[in-house]
């Protein structure tokens, strides 16, 4: 029997990565002269420090669903785990990318990239949210409202660039899970949201 069926548990958690350009330079692991390699390695630390915290709520999760005695730990590396994990470190990427462009034009500004992880018997969600520089409204009826099923190859894609390509492919992910895809346009310079919901159970298949 699937314990993750028979357990009625409600798991909620959150977290962020927060600060400023500066804040950001001084975590580097190496100084950055050129503005360009800087740019690149603070995008680089908000995404890793945002995919650590990531991977802390799932174990977190998987910790809450399964008594130690079973031995049961999260991996990233199985059945739709994985598939998962490519769409939330997706989402994650995009919004480093959205932040770093919107503090390379406003230095003072704060950034932040918020994730919330939320699990009940039914539904498992999870979803990343930013205050960077938007999202292309052209992109958004390209994305989220063509169907699959018009794609048949990657290649086939119009050029939407990196973002666009990965949207894309998550959609086709998570509707696979029987899940779907949603999303909050906040407008330019105000950020936007990303999230999805799937079956709970589809988490162990």
Known sequence: MNTM?????????????????????KKLDYPHEDQT???????????????????AMYCSLFNSLFPSSEGRR?????????????????FIGNASDSLINRMHAERNIVANLKMKL????????????????????NFEPLIFFTKIESFKKISDLPYIGKFGEHMFL????????????????????????????????????
Request: aromatic share 10%; with cysteine.
């Open 118 to 137: 939320s699990y009940n018997s039914e539904v498992m969600s999870f979803e990343v949210e930013d205050n960077g520089v938007g999202m292309d409204y």
């Open 170 to 205: 998550s959609r086709e992910k998570i509707e696979q899970c029987d899940g779907s895809i949603h999303f909050e346009n906040k407008g330019p310079n105000q950020g936007a949201r990303f999230w999805y919901e799937i079956p709970a159970e589809a988490i162990l298949k």
């Open 5 to 25: 069926m028979v357990k009625n548990i409600k798991f909620e958690k959150e977290c962020s990565v927060t600060g400023t350009l500066d804040d950001f330079a």
């Open 74 to 90: 999260y991996d990233a590396r199985k059945g739709n785990t994985r598939e998962l994990a490519y769409v939330d470190h997706g």
């Open 37 to 55: 390699r800087l740019l690149r390695g603070i995008n680089h630390k908000i995404a890793s420090l945002a995919c650590t915290k990531r991977y």
